[in-house]
């Protein structure tokens, strides 16, 4: 009952963030390719995302996750990418703070509050319920949420792609 009420607050929080006059500015990072296949069972249930909150990065040029067969045809975008579990699935976003939006200022993700933040400016963002809305700091203040990402069934598992 706790986590029903926690996650219908959420929906409510963002719905409320949704219904604002004011417009959310989602284009800041630039559109750099974006292509994981994960579209098979098998590379679903080892990179995946699992369960509400669940989530993992995806960053070529670092490498992470470490063991993740990257290829030539594999592109993470302009700051990595986030993936996690939504309200409604998996859900992915470029990981680059668009406040900063400079390619090594990247977002992480808070376990205990399912939001992520940029550790140099401080904004937070909704990336389980509002599709990115931020939520605090200076990216609030100026209405630039996180730029999403397509996550696209395919075989048991999943394409992330611009």
Known sequence: MKTFLRNLLFLLAG????????????????????????????????YGVHGYGDHTYFDKGQRIPLDFPFTERTYTGFGGILLTYGINGPLAYDRACPYEAERD?????????????CPKCGSRFSVCEADGAPLSGPAFDRHYGLQRLSVVPSNGGYIITR
């Open 15 to 46: 719905l409320v963030g949704l219904a604002s006059c004011e417009r959310v500015e989602t284009t800041r990072i630039p559109a750099f390719n974006v292509y994981i296949d994960l579209g098979n069972s098998g590379m679903w249930n080892t």
């Open 105 to 117: 200022v990247v977002l992480s993700f808070d376990s205990e509050r399912l939001e992520a933040y």
